[in-house]
């Protein structure tokens, strides 16, 4: 019984670090500001290589997961033009998802 302990410890531990670094990831680009579309769009090419045709097709697969507030958002399809309309919306001072 003891070894499942220590055993169950560095899982624990490493779950808890996972969490933390993924819940304090830097944000990019301020709402309201002029060039926090650009700077998410740039961002999302080069850091994480993949363009938005790609990054509308990841939207794609959370709406074919049945995720509610993606299909209310996106409809049934995601296009590009809504990819880029939802990341324009959130660098608005009005943002869908709050930074």
């Given at each position: 019984m003891r070894l499942s302990a220590l055993a169950i410890l560095p899982v624990t531990a490493a779950a808890v670090l996972l969490t933390v670094g993924t819940a304090s990831?830097?944000?990019?680009?301020t709402p309201g500001t002029p060039?926090?579309?650009g700077q998410r769009i740039s961002h999302g090419s080069s850091v994480h290589e993949l363009t938005p045709k790609e990054r509308a097709?990841?939207?794609?697969a959370i709406v074919d997961s049945g995720d509610p507030?993606?299909?209310e958002l996106f409809g049934p399809t995601v296009s590009v033009g809504e990819f880029t309309w939802f990341v324009r919306t959130n660098c608005s001072d009005d943002p869908i998802i709050p930074s």
């Amino acid at each position: 019984m003891r070894l499942s302990a220590l055993a169950i410890l560095p899982v624990t531990a490493a779950a808890v670090l996972l969490t933390v670094g993924t819940a304090s990831a830097d944000t990019v680009g301020t709402p309201g500001t002029p060039n926090c579309f650009g700077q998410r769009i740039s961002h999302g090419s080069s850091v994480h290589e993949l363009t938005p045709k790609e990054r509308a097709a990841g939207l794609q697969a959370i709406v074919d997961s049945g995720d509610p507030l993606a299909l209310e958002l996106f409809g049934p399809t995601v296009s590009v033009g809504e990819f880029t309309w939802f990341v324009r919306t959130n660098c608005s001072d009005d943002p869908i998802i709050p930074s």
